[in-house]
């Protein structure tokens, strides 16, 4: 499955959470995987697409940056998929 992980940045966390990535990297658990990350211009979050079989397999992840990072998971699929399977109500 894929997820669009939004990182918003604690108060004043921006160049720890960089300081931390340089020193530790992404630091991942197994069957989560990096696909591509994007920054805010303002530095203030990141948009990180990742593949993983689960929601909760990103927590351990996640659990090693909240104490710099507030962040919201949302399962996406690409517009292809979506639009394969999509069933529409009359009227919709």
Not at 24 to 36: A, F, I, Q
């Amino acid at each position: 499955m894929l997820f669009m992980v939004v990182e918003r940045f604690k108060d004043g966390s921006t160049r720890l959470v960089g300081e931390r990535f340089k020193r530790e990297g992404r630091m991942l658990p197994e069957r989560v995987s990096y696909v591509g990350s994007w920054m805010d211009a303002a530095g203030n979050r990141c948009f990180q697409l990742m593949e993983a079989p689960s929601a909760e397999a990103l927590a351990p992840w996640t659990h090693r940056w909240d104490d710099l990072v507030d962040f919201e998971i949302v399962p996406v699929v690409t517009g292809a998929e979506f639009w394969a399977s999509a069933t529409f109500k009359a009227g919709t």
